[in-house]
C-alpha cells in the first residue's frame, strides 16, 4: 500500500533530479537510441524482462479475494488462521492488498479471543508504524508512538521482535532515507534464526521483499532485479500473494531512470497488460507509468493515446498533473506547440489543486518548455531553459545530498545518546552488583558452617553423575547399534536388489530367447517353464524388497512425466495374451479428461496396476475383465487424484478373507491343493506403495460375482508442475497418506499357521477313512484387495452395460488401443489362456512391438558383461537394430565422439567409467551427440538410482532383467521426447 503512493510521489521527486542529470544531452536527440553503448549488462536486462512475463504468464498480482471475515469461518486450525490473517495484513500494508481498515482490528481482535500474546503484538505493531507513516504533525505523540514501536524490538519473542525491527525500518523511506532504511532493514535481518521453519521462511520472505524495494528505489539495478528474482522465486515456493504489479513498476522505474528506455517500455508494457487483469483496479499508474515510458522511447504518438485514457480514468488529484505534464511532452514531441502549452496551463491548474510541492516536477516542467522552444526554432528560449533546467538539477542533487548527510549525521548523533544511556544504565547495573557482593561476602561466614554438611551431599551427587554418565553412555552406544542396524539394512537391501537381479537377468533374458528360437518345440516349452518360474521369481523377489523398505521407511517416490495411457496400453497388451478371449471379454478405457503427462513415478504405478491386472487374469475363467482409468477436477494447487478400477466377474472374495486380505503372505484360498500360485505380498505391496503416492486400494466383491479393485495416486499435470531450477525439469512431491499406516506384519503366526494345517491334515485323513476318495471341486477364492462396499445388482447391471458396449466396439477392430473414448480390442490368444500375468512378463509377440518402426535404427549398448550383451544384442537385431558395443563408459565415449546412434542403452555399475558419469558426458559433447535418447538400464530398482540417472540426463529407466516390450516401448518412447524437444527448439529458435 505504502509503496505505490509513494512511488508516486516521494520517490518520483526525489529521483527525477538524478534522472534527467544523466540524460541532459540526451532527451532533445532522438530517445530511441538511449541505449546505444550501455553500461548495463544485457543479461540484467534479459533477466528483468523474463521476470515480468513470468508475473504476466502466471498473473502474479494480489487480489482482495480472501477477507478476514472469510478466513476467521474457514475449518482451518485457530493458527493456521492467524498466520491467514496476518499474511493478508501485510499484504495490504506492502502488496497493495484489501483495505487495511478492514483487514487490523479483525486481525487483532481474533488474536485476543484465541490468547495469541505473538499475534496481539505484531498487530499493534503494524497499528503504530501505520500512525508513524501519517501525517501526525504532533512531534511528541510521534516520539510517543516511536517510543511504544522500539520497546517491542526487545520482546523475548524473536519473531515479535523482528517484525518490529522491520517495521520500524519503513520509516525512513518516507522522508527519501533510503540508505538509513537499507540499514535497519539488514539489521531486522540479522535477528531472524538460522534453523529453519515456518516462521524463519515467513520473516525472510518479509525482509528480503523490503530490501528489493529499498535497492531499487537507491537506483541499484543489478542488486534490485536480482534480489527481485529472489524474492518472486520465494514468493512461488511458500505460496505467498506476489504484488507482480509493484515489483513490474518498481523495475520500470529504475530502468527509466538509467535511460535504457526500451527496456522500461516492454516493462512498462507488461504492467499495464497485467494491471487490466486486477478486479475493480482503475489502473491509473499504469496509464502514466506506459505512457510515460513511451515517450522515453520516443512514440509520442502512441504515448499521447495511452495518456489520454488514463487523465479520463483517474479521480487521484496527485496523480492527474503527472499524466496532464507527461502528456504536454507528447504533444511537444509530435510538434503541436498550441496544445503542450495548453497542457502546460492545465498542469498548473491541477497542481495547485494537489498536495504536491510547486517544484514537484520543475525538471519536467524545463524540458517540456525547452522542447516547444526547439518546435519553435527559438534557440535563445532554448539556451535558457537549459541552462536553468540543469541550474534546478544541480541545486536539487546538492540539496538532496545535504539532506542525506544529515539525516546520517543525526542518526548518528541519536547512536550516540543511546550509547550514552546505556554506559550510565550499566554503571548503575555495576554498583548495583557492587552492593550485592559485599552483601555475598557477609554471608560467606554462615555458607561456610553450611559447607561440611554439604560435603557429604556433594560426594552423593558426584557418585550419581557418574552412574547417570555410565548409563547415558550405554544408551547412546545402543542408539548407534540401532543407527547401524538401520545401515547396515537398506545396505543390505540394495546389495541384494542388485546381486538377484543381476542372475535372473541372464536367466529370464536367455530363457525368453530359447523359449521363441529354440530347436524342438519340446525345448521351448522346457524354456517357457524356466522363464515362468524366473519371473515369478523376481515378482516375489520385488516385492519382498519393495515390502521391506516401505515397512523400514526407506521407500521413496520419485516422480517424472509419464503417460498413463502408455502404461495401461502395455499392460493392457502384455495380459490380454493370457486370456482366453472365447470365454473372457477383456476391455480398457481412459477417460478424455486425463492429460497425456502426468506426474508419475510410472515404476511403481506400473508395478501396483499390474498386480491387481495379475489377479483379475489369474482368478477370472470366465465372464469379463475391464480397466477403467478416471481424473477428478484438480484442487486450487493443481493436484488431482488418478483413479484407476480393476474389475472382474470372477471368483469373487469371501467376506472371512476380506478382512485379513491386505496382510503379507495371504492367499485366498490358502489350502495345499489351491489351483492358483503366489506369494500373496503382490496386494500388499500395492497399497502400500498408493499410499506412498498420497492414496490408497479399496474394493468391492461378493463371493461368486466378481471383484472391483480402485487403486487411486495423486498426481498432477506435468503443464502445472513446479519447475526444478537446477535441472530445468518438472518436480511434483507427493504426500503419503498419513490416515492409514501401512502395516506388514503377517495376518497369522507361523504357530497358527502350523496348527491349521495339522487339523486339516488331520480331517482330511479321517474322511478318507470313512469314504471313498472322491474328487471334489477346488473353490478357489481370488487375492486382490478391498475395502468396506459391496457389490450390487444395480452395480453390476451397470458394469454389464459398460463391459457390453465396450464389447461391441471392441469387436469392430483389432488394431491397436485407443485409449481415448474407444476400448482396446482383444484378439484370440493361441497360447494359454489361464497363464499367470506379471508386470516381468516379456511378450516379443505383443502388437504394441512393431519391429518395422525399430529397422534401421543404430544403437550403442553399454554393458560390461558379456551376458547382458549378447542377451540385448539378440532382442534388437532381429527387429532391424545395428548393436554397437561397449564395455564401460569410457569406450562408450570414445565410440560416440566418431559418430552417431539413435539411442544408448545405458548400463550403471561398470568399471572404468559407470553409467551416471557416462550419461553426463554425452549431455556434454557437441550436437548432435548430445541429443541422443538415453535409456538408463540397471539391476538396483531403488528410488535414489532411478532420480540419480533422470538428473544426469537419461531419458528412461528400466531395471533388469530386460522386458522385451519395456525395452521396445521405452526406445521409442525417448526417440519421441527428443523429436519434441528439437522441434520445440527449432520453434522458439
Avoid at 177 to 187: M, P, V
Avoid at 271 to 294: E, P, T
Avoid at 325 to 331: E, K, N, T
Wanted: with cysteine; hydrophobic share 40%; aromatic share 6%.
Amino acid at each position: 500500500m505504502f509503496r505505490q503512493r509513494f512511488q508516486t510521489s516521494k520517490i518520483r521527486t526525489y529521483l527525477t533530479g538524478l534522472f534527467f542529470l544523466i540524460a541532459l544531452f540526451v532527451v532533445f536527440t532522438n530517445p530511441t537510441h538511449a541505449q546505444t553503448n550501455s553500461i548495463v549488462p544485457d543479461e540484467t536486462k534479459s533477466k528483468a524482462l523474463e521476470l515480468a512475463q513470468k508475473i504476466e504468464q502466471q498473473r502474479l498480482f494480489v487480489q482482495a479475494a480472501a477477507t478476514a471475515e472469510d478466513v476467521i469461518r474457514s475449518s482451518k486450525p485457530h493458527g493456521e488462521k492467524l498466520v491467514s490473517l496476518r499474511r493478508l495484513v501485510m499484504d495490504s500494508v506492502f502488496r497493495n492488498g484489501a483495505p487495511i481498515e478492514d483487514l487490523l482490528p479483525a486481525y487483532r481482535s481474533f488474536a485476543e479471543q484465541t490468547g495469541s500474546h505473538r499475534d496481539a503484538a505484531i498487530a499493534e505493531i503494524i497499528r503504530l508504524q501505520l500512525l508513524l507513516q501519517g501525517e501526525e504533525n504532533d512531534e511528541t505523540i510521534r516520539k510517543s508512538n516511536l517510543n511504544a514501536l522500539q520497546q517491542y524490538r526487545s520482546n523475548p519473542d524473536w519473531f515479535v521482535a523482528q517484525r518490529a525491527a522491520l517495521m520500524e525500518s519503513t520509516l525512513p523511506t518516507y522522508q527519501g532515507n533510503f540508505d538509513i532504511a537499507l540499514r535497519d532493514t539488514q539489521n531486522a535481518l540479522r535477528l531472524i534464526p538460522s534453523e529453519l521453519s515456518d516462521d524463519v521462511i515467513e520473516a525472510q520472505y518479509e525482509t528480503y521483499d523490503q530490501i528489493a524495494f529499498i535497492q531499487l528505489s537507491l537506483i541499484n539495478i543489478e542488486l534490485g532485479v536480482e534480489t527481485t528474482e529472489q524474492i518472486l522465486n520465494k514468493g512461488i515456493a511458500q505460496n505467498r500473494a506476489i504484488d507482480g504489479i509493484g515489483l513490474i513498476n518498481n523495475l520500470t522505474y529504475v530502468f527509466n531512470s538509467w535511460q535504457e528506455f526500451e527496456t522500461a517500455e516492454l516493462l512498462a508494457g507488461a504492467l499495464f497488460r497485467l494491471s487490466q487483469q486486477v478486479d475493480g483496479n482503475k489502473n491509473d499508474l499504469a496509464y502514466y507509468r506506459y505512457g510515460q515510458a513511451q515517450n522515453n522511447g520516443g512514440h509520442y504518438a502512441e504515448a499521447l493515446e495511452t495518456l489520454n485514457e488514463g487523465i479520463a480514468l483517474t479521480d487521484d488529484p496527485d496523480l492527474k498533473p503527472s499524466l496532464e505534464l507527461a502528456r504536454a511532452i507528447s504533444f511537444a514531441g509530435l510538434n503541436q506547440i498550441d496544445k503542450a502549452e495548453n497542457s502546460l496551463h492545465e498542469y498548473e491548474k491541477l497542481l495547485a489543486q494537489s498536495k504536491l510541492s510547486p517544484n514537484e516536477h520543475q525538471a519536467i516542467k524545463l524540458k517540456v518548455q525547452a522542447l516547444i522552444a526547439i518546435a519553435k526554432n527559438d534557440a535563445p528560449s532554448t539556451a535558457k531553459l537549459l541552462n536553468d533546467q540543469l541550474k534546478s538539477i544541480v541545486q536539487l542533487q546538492l540539496s538532496r545530498q545535504s539532506k542525506g548527510i544529515q539525516s546520517l549525521q543525526a542518526n548518528l548523533e541519536n547512536d550516540k545518546d543511546r550509547q550514552a544511556e546505556r554506559e550510565v544504565a550499566l554503571l548503575r547495573e555495576a554498583e548495583l552488583k557492587q552492593s550485592e557482593l559485599e552483601a555475598k561476602q557477609r554471608s560467606n561466614v554462615f555458607l561456610m558452617a553450611l559447607a561440611g554438611s554439604l560435603l557429604l551431599i556433594a560426594a552423593a551427587a558426584i557418585a550419581f553423575a557418574i552412574w547417570s554418565q555410565k548409563i547415558s553412555k550405554i544408551l547412546e552406544i545402543a542408539a548407534l547399534d540401532a543407527e547401524a542396524g538401520d545401515r547396515a539394512k537398506s545396505q543390505f537391501l540394495s546389495v541384494m536388489s542388485h546381486e538377484l537381479r543381476t542372475p535372473l537377468n541372464g536367466i529370464i533374458g536367455i530363457a525368453g530367447i530359447l523359449s521363441e528360437k529354440g530347436e524342438t518345440e519340446e525345448l521351448r516349452n522346457y524354456n517357457k517353464l524356466i522363464l515362468k518360474s524366473g519371473e515369478n521369481l523376481l515378482q516375489l523377489l520385488s516385492g519382498i524388497l519393495d515390502m521391506a523398505q516401505m515397512e523400514s521407511g526407506k521407500l521413496s517416490i520419485v516422480t517424472a512425466p509419464a503417460s498413463i495411457r502408455e502404461i495401461i496400453n502395455g499392460l493392457y497388451q502384455a495380459a490380454k495374451a493370457d486370456v482366453d478371449d472365447s470365454k473372457v471379454q477383456f476391455t480398457c478405457f481412459v477417460a478424455d479428461n486425463v492429460p497425456d503427462d502426468l506426474m508419475l513415478d510410472s515404476i511403481r504405478v506400473k508395478q501396483g496396476l499390474s498386480n491387481l491386472i495379475a489377479n483379475a487374469v489369474r482368478f477370472t475363467e470366465e465372464g469379463r475383465i475391464h480397466i477403467h482409468a478416471t481424473m477428478s477436477d484438480p484442487d486450487r494447487k493443481g493436484v488431482r487424484d488418478l483413479t484407476m478400477i480393476v474389475a472382474d466377474t470372477g471368483q469373487g472374495i469371501t467376506d472371512e478373507v476380506k478382512e485379513k486380505l491386505f496382510k503379507p503372505f495371504v492367499q485366498a484360498d490358502s489350502s495345499l491343493t489351491r489351483s492358483h500360485d503366489g506369494a500373496g505380498i503382490g496386494l500388499a505391496v500395492t497399497r502400500g506403495l498408493s499410499r506412498l503416492m498420497g492414496g490408497d486400494v479399496t474394493m468391492t466383491s461378493t463371493a461368486g460375482r466378481g471383484s472391483e479393485f480402485k487403486m487411486v495416486v495423486k498426481t498432477c499435470a506435468a503443464t502445472d508442475a513446479a519447475i526444478n531450477p537446477a535441472t530445468n525439469r518438472p518436480i511434483f512431491e507427493v504426500v503419503p497418506t498419513e490416515s492409514t499406516k501401512i502395516d506388514f506384519s503377517p495376518a497369522v503366526s507361523i504357530e497358527k499357521l502350523r496348527a491349521d494345517l495339522a487339523a486339516r491334515e488331520k480331517a482330511q485323513l479321517e474322511q478318507e477313512s470313512l469314504t471313498p476318495a472322491v474328487e471334489e471341486p477346488i473353490n478357489s477364492e481370488r487375492e486382490a484387495e478391498s475395502d468396506e462396499f459391496e457389490l450390487t445388482d444395480e452395480d453390476e447391471a451397470e458394469f454389464e452395460t459398460i463391459a457390453g458396449d465396450i464389447t461391441d466396439q471392441s469387436e469392430q477392430s483389432t488394431e491397436s488401443p485407443n485409449l481415448g473414448n474407444e476400448t482396446l480390442s482383444v484378439p484370440k490368444s493361441t497360447e494359454n489362456p489361464r497363464a499367470g500375468f506379471s508386470r516381468q512378463q516379456p511378450r516379443s509377440d505383443s502388437p504394441e512391438i512393431e519391429p518395422d518402426q525399430l529397422t534401421g535404427l543404430n544403437i550403442l549398448v553399454v554393458e560390461d558383461i558379456e551376458a547382458n550383451l549378447e542377451i540385448l544384442r539378440s532382442l534388437l537385431e532381429p527387429v532391424g537394430c545395428s548393436v554397437s558395443c561397449a564395455e564401460n563408459g569410457q569406450v562408450a565415449i570414445d565410440i560416440m565422439n566418431a559418430q552417431s546412434f539413435d539411442a544408448v542403452i545405458m548400463d550403471i555399475r561398470m568399471p572404468v567409467m559407470d553409467g551416471i558419469e557416462a550419461t553426463k558426458a554425452i549431455r556434454s559433447l557437441p550436437e548432435p551427440q548430445c541429443n541422443t535418447a538415453i535409456i538408463a538400464l540397471t539391476a538396483d530398482a531403488s528410488a535414489e538410482n532411478n532420480a540419480e540417472c533422470l538428473a544426469a540426463g537419461a531419458d528412461v529407466f528400466l531395471t533388469k532383467p530386460v522386458i522385451v516390450s519395456e525395452l521396445f516401448s521405452s526406445i521409442r518412447f525417448a526417440r519421441r521426447k527428443q523429436l519434441r524437444q528439437k522441434q520445440q527448439q527449432a520453434l522458439s529458435a
